[in-house]
T-cell receptor
Framework: KQEVTQIPAALSVPEGENLVLNCSFT??????LQWFRQDPGKGLTSLLL?????REQTSGRLNASLDKSSGRSTLYIAASQPGDSATYLC???????????FGKGITLSVRP | NAGVMQNPRHLVRRRGQEARLRCSPM?????VYWYRQLPEEGLKFMVY????????ESGMPKERFSAEFPKEGPSILRIQQVVRGDSAAYFC?????????????FGSGTQLSVL
């Protein structure tokens, strides 16, 4: 059974800092891995999707890497801003029905 | 092009009542997923539907819960005889059904509170 872990559960950093959010998964037979952002009372916004054959994806200040064999992914946020404060969720797809298995998320707070 | 629309945003029910949660997918999307987020827990898959078909309901409790996605109208997640443990945020996502590497688009969720 696939399990996704995100540690720590919460993180507080000063504005401008570069930071790395970690995600690990137990079953390396994944189709893809996705990073989402969730704001309080809002839905999820897809940030980056890395296919199983890819090593990384970039979008603006965000870079996500995938090491499928070791069951790890990282989300790198460059030059963090207070507007980046949110919960970041990692999720993987391991079945053909596109069911996502989520981690519990990392709540990020960027202090001005 | 409106995104995935869920209503109501907040729903309060007393124990034993029925809860109906609605999800209108993005325009052109015929695949819908329901997820539940319990307090302090990650999102858990419940059910995957296409128009008029349940494809995968492996994450849905066997009793009291049902889902449908009719030919016309929104997808409905129905919870009968609600209990306090059903209190959670319920999210709907939709897609075109192009395959496993297609992004899902999520709604803002329905927060169900059972008194």
């Amino acid at each position: 059974k696939q399990e996704v872990t995100q540690i720590p559960a919460a993180l507080s950093v000063p504005e401008g800092e570069n930071l790395v959010l970690n995600c690990s998964f137990t079953d390396s037979a994944i189709y893809n891995l996705q990073w989402f952002r969730q704001d309080p009372g809002k839905g999820l916004t897809s940030l980056l999707l890395i296919q199983s054959s890819q090593r990384e994806q970039t979008s603006g200040r965000l870079n996500a890497s995938l090491d499928k064999s070791s069951g790890r992914s990282t989300l790198y946020i460059a030059a963090s801003q207070p507007g980046d404060s949110a919960t970041y969720l990692c999720a993987v797809i391991t079945g053909a029905n596109s069911k996502l298995t989520f981690g519990k998320g990392i709540t990020l707070s960027v202090r001005p | 092009n409106a995104g995935v629309m869920q209503n109501p945003r907040h729903l309060v029910r007393r124990r034993g009542q029925e809860a109906r949660l609605r999800c209108s997918p993005m325009k052109g999307h015929s695949h819908v997923y329901w997820y539940r987020q319990l307090p302090e827990e990650g999102l858990k898959f419940m059910v995957y539907l296409q128009k008029e078909n349940i494809i995968d309901e492996s994450g849905m409790p066997k009793e009291r819960f049902s889902a449908e996605f009719p030919k016309e109208g929104p997808s409905i997640l129905r919870i009968q005889q609600v209990v306090r443990g059903d209190s959670a945020a319920y999210f709907c996502a939709s897609s075109l059904g192009l395959g496993t590497n297609e992004k899902l688009f999520f709604g803002s969720g329905t927060q169900l509170s059972v008194l």
